[in-house]
């Protein structure tokens, strides 16, 4: 079975400019969801897709948004990076229900100069 | 607002040298305790999901358990290849899928 798919693995972008991360969730899996990884902060909740809806959001700024598509694939968008945006992005995907386990992906490095 | 709290920050063993993780949670409504190991440069994986406490769970050298308001990572004899981060985390509430992470433990365990 394979497993939570991310891509790219590494990104280099200038600030100011715009980048979209991608994830394919597990066969069967309909939730798909993002955080954020920094040695400062850690892991932190971006946002949750399911079913093509965004059921919930973290606090973030509006430059950070996503979409699902109807294959449960969902893509991350940033626009007019900071170089505070430099970060591990992590997806993660569920079956969905309340307390069913997340499997993460491997992550998107981005690198912000 | 939920807050999960884990320590020690980092851990250093020898191999052979049992000991815990700590991760210590305030949530409204609890859904799920989960643990994961991640090595640097890799995305998190999955080892339990905790429910209700009292509840206890084993992997090879791993177990968790679970109480009202703490959660232990007990690792016995562990080896080198045991050394990675251990994250908490829990899902509470109608968060969904929302979890809500500790700073991780930082394990190193010596040949």
């Known amino acids: 079975k394979a497993g939570v798919t991310q891509t790219p693995r590494y990104l280099i972008k200038t600030r100011g400019q715009q980048v979209t991360l991608s994830c394919s969730p597990i066969s069967g899996h309909r939730s798909v969801s993002w955080y954020q990884q920094t040695p400062g902060q850690g892991l932190q909740f971006l946002f949750e897709?399911?079913?093509?809806?965004?059921?919930n959001k973290g606090n973030f700024p509006g430059r950070f948004s996503g979409r699902q598509f109807s294959n449960s694939r969902s893509e991350m968008n940033v626009s007019t990076l900071e170089l505070g945006d430099s970060a591990l992005y992590l997806c993660a995907s569920s079956l969905g229900q309340l307390g069913s386990e997340a499997f993460f992906g491997q992550g998107t490095r981005l690198t912000v100069v | 607002e939920d807050q999960v709290t884990q320590s020690p920050e980092a851990l250093r063993l020898q191999e052979g040298e049992s000991s815990s993780l700590n991760c210590s949670y305030t949530?409204?409504?609890?859904?799920?305790l989960f643990w994961y190991r991640q090595d640097p440069g890799k995305g998190p994986e999955f080892l339990f999901t905790?429910?209700?406490a009292g509840e206890e769970k084993e992997k090879e050298r791993l177990k968790a358990t679970l109480t009202k308001k703490e959660s232990f990572l007990h690792i016995t004899a562990p080896k080198p290849e045991d050394s990675a981060t251990y994250l908490c985390?829990?899902?509470?509430?109608?968060?969904?899928?929302?979890?809500?992470f500790g700073q991780g433990t930082r394990l190193t365990i010596n040949p």
């Open positions: 905790l429910y209700s």
């Open positions: 897709y399911f079913s093509e809806t965004q059921r």
């Open positions: 949530v409204s409504g609890l859904r799920g």
């Open positions: 985390a829990v899902q509470a509430g109608k968060g969904a899928q929302k979890l809500v």
